[in-house]
C-alpha cells in the first residue's frame, strides 16, 4: 500500500512545481550556477580609484563582455575613452519594437578600511544576516553595482534561452562611475546612434524591505570639492609660534563650523535659491512610507538623529540639499605627540544636491563663499573634483507603470515610489543626451553597506531581481504598442 505520507509528498511537488512559472524554474535549476557565476566577477578587484588595479579593472571589462556573449547579447565589444572602457553589447530582434538600454558599473569603491572586514573584500562569502536569512554575498561590489547588473545578464540569458526576449536590448556598462564618470558624457554624446532606446534601466539603488518593494524616483546631485588653507610656508614650533601666527588646522575647522547655521541649514549664500519646495501633499504622501526612527537609531547606534530643522529624517536623506565634510587632514597624526604647527590643513567635501540645483553653480557659489570667509593670515585653494545633476522621474511614464506591474507580480505588492540620496550622475546626462528617462529598479538594502566594509546582497535579492526584471521588459514591450 503506498503511504500516506509519500501521497502528499507527491501531491505537494507537483503543486508547487505547477504554482512555479518558467522563470522561477529557471531560477531553482540554474540557482548555484547563477550565484558562482557572481562570485567569479567580484573577486576580480576592479577599484577604478586606484591606478595599482589597473589591469584588473580591464580584466572586469573582459569578464562582463564573456557573460554578454554568453547570455545571448548578437554583438559585444569593448569601447575605449580617455578612461576606463564601456562595455556594450546588444541583442536586436527587431528595429520596429522598443529598446531598452541597461546601464551598470563593473567598476567598485575601495575596500578601506580593511582591518574592519570580517573576510577579505575580494574573496566572496556566503553567509546568512538578519535580514538575510537566505543568506548574502559578501564581497566589495556585491551589491554596488555587480551584483545588480549580472541580476540583468541573468534575465537575458533566461530570455534568450526560452526565446522569450519581447524587444530589444542594448547594455552599456561602464568602469569609472565610483569615480564620477568623467568620460562617459564624451561616449554619450559620440554614439547617440549606437545608445538610441526608449527607456534606459538601472539597477543601482536600493528598495525599503524585502517585504516592502519600493522604485527609486529620485536621486540627489553632488557636488565635491576638496580645500586647502595655507599658514606660514613650514611646519613651526608650536611653542615659539603657537598664538602670534594662524593655525591651518584651527582656522579650517572653524570656517567648515560656519557653513552650518543653529537649524542646520547651509550658510553659503544663494544655496537655497532653487531648493525645489515640495508640496504638503507630497510630503504627506511621502510620509506614508513604512519607516521606524527607533530601528534605524538603533541600526546605527546612535542615540538620536541630527539635521535640518523642520524636516523628517526621510526628508533629510533625500528631498534636502546637505553638506558633509567627508575627509580632513593636516599636521601630526602618528603615534605619540609631536608639538607642531602645520603649513597645511586639508578636507573633502561634498555636497548632495535636489533637483533644480546646478551642480557648477552650487560649486562656484562655495567656492567664493569659502574664499571670503578666510581670516587674513591663511591662503585657500578650492579644488572642484566632479559632480552631477540630481533627477527625479514621473509615475505616469509607461517605463514606471511598467515596473511597478512586473514589482507586483513577484513581490505581490504594488511598490511604493521613493527618491534617493544616492547620486548617478549620469542619469540626468540620459535625459539631456539621449531624450530618455530612466528607470531605477534597485534590488539592495541600506543596509547591505555599500561603500562600507563587509558589503553584500541578498540571494534572495539577486533572484528576486532576475525574476522580476524579464516581467519589466514584457510590459514595458506590452504597454509600448
Ligand atoms: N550606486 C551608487 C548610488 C546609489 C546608491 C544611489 C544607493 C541610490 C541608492 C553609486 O555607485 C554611487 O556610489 N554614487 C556616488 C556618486 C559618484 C559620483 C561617485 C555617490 O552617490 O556617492
Ligand atoms: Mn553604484
Ligand atoms: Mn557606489
Not at 240 to 249: D, E, F, K, R, T
Not at 261 to 269: A, E, G, H, M, Y
Not at 289 to 305: C, G, M, Q, R, T
Not at 429 to 458: Q, V
Request: aromatic share 10%; net charge negative.
Amino acid at each position: 500500500m503506498v503511504s500516506k505520507n509519500f501521497l502528499f509528498y507527491t501531491f505537494g511537488i507537483i503543486l508547487y512545481c505547477t504554482s512555479m512559472n518558467q522563470i522561477q524554474t529557471y531560477i531553482a535549476k540554474h540557482k548555484s550556477r547563477f550565484i558562482t557565476e557572481l562570485i567569479e566577477l567580484l573577486k576580480i578587484p576592479s577599484i577604478s580609484a586606484d591606478p595599482a588595479f589597473k589591469n584588473e579593472v580591464l580584466k572586469t571589462a573582459e569578464a562582463i563582455k564573456t557573460s554578454l556573449q554568453q547570455a545571448g547579447c548578437d554583438h559585444v565589444e569593448i569601447c575605449e575613452t580617455a578612461g576606463y572602457p564601456v562595455v556594450f553589447g546588444e541583442k536586436i530582434i527587431n528595429p520596429s519594437l522598443p529598446t531598452v538600454l541597461v546601464y551598470g558599473h563593473y567598476d567598485v569603491q575601495p575596500p578601506d578600511p580593511i582591518d574592519l572586514w570580517d573576510s577579505p573584500p575580494f574573496e566572496p562569502v556566503v553567509k546568512t544576516t538578519e535580514r538575510h536569512p537566505d543568506g548574502a554575498i559578501f564581497a566589495r561590489g556585491a551589491c554596488d553595482d555587480k551584483g545588480q547588473l549580472y541580476m540583468h545578464v541573468k534575465a537575458l540569458e533566461f530570455m534568450t534561452a526560452t526565446n522569450q526576449l519581447p524587444c530589444n536590448v542594448k547594455f552599456m556598462i561602464e568602469g569609472e562611475e565610483e569615480v564620477g564618470s568623467a568620460n562617459l558624457s564624451t561616449f554619450i554624446k559620440q554614439n547617440h546612434e549606437k545608445l538610441k532606446n526608449d527607456v534606459i534601466l538601472i539597477s543601482d539603488t536600493g528598495m525599503i524591505a524585502n517585504n516592502t518593494p519600493s522604485i527609486t524616483t529620485g536621486l540627489r546631485g553632488l557636488s565635491y570639492v576638496e580645500v586647502e588653507v595655507t599658514g606660514p610656508n613650514r611646519d613651526l614650533h608650536s611653542g615659539l609660534y603657537g598664538g602670534a601666527v594662524a593655525n591651518p588646522i584651527n582656522i579650517l575647522t572653524t570656517m567648515i563650523a560656519s557653513l552650518h547655521d543653529d537649524s542646520n541649514r547651509i550658510t553659503i549664500p544663494g544655496f537655497y535659491n532653487k531648493v525645489e519646495e515640495l508640496s504638503k501633499a507630497e510630503r504627506a504622501e511621502m510620509a506614508k512610507a513604512p519607516f521606524s526612527i527607533e530601528s534605524y537609531k538603533k541600526a546605527l547606534d546612535i542615540d538620536d538623529v541630527y539635521g535640518e530643522s523642520g524636516y523628517s529624517t526621510n526628508e533629510r536623506n533625500s528631498i534636502r540639499p546637505t553638506l558633509d565634510v567627508n575627509g580632513i587632514w593636516g599636521g601630526y597624526t602618528g603615534e605619540g605627540a609631536k608639538t607642531v604647527i602645520p603649513s597645511k590643513a586639508y578636507a573633502k567635501i561634498s555636497m548632495r544636491l535636489v533637483p533644480n540645483q546646478d551642480w557648477e553653480e552650487i560649486t562656484k557659489l562655495f567656492k567664493t563663499h569659502f574664499e571670503n570667509i578666510a581670516p587674513k593670515g591663511v591662503k585657500i585653494k578650492v579644488k572642484p573634483h566632479h559632480g552631477g545633476q540630481g533627477y527625479v522621474t514621473p509615475i505616469n511614464s509607461i517605463g514606471y507603470q511598467a515596473a511597478s506591474k512586473a514589482y507586483e507580480q513577484t513581490f505581490g505588492k504594488i511598490p511604493i515610489p521613493q527618491r534617493s540620496g544616492g547620486s548617478i550622475p549620469i542619469v540626468s546626462l540620459f535625459e539631456h543626451e539621449l531624450k530618455s528617462k530612466t528607470i531605477l529598479m534597485g534590488f539592495g538594502l541600506d543596509s547591505d553597506a555599500i561603500h562600507s566594509p563587509n558589503e553584500h546582497f541578498g540571494i534572495w535579492n539577486y533572484l528576486k531581481g532576475i525574476e522580476t526584471i524579464p516581467l519589466f521588459y514584457k510590459h514595458f514591450t506590452a504597454l509600448s504598442k
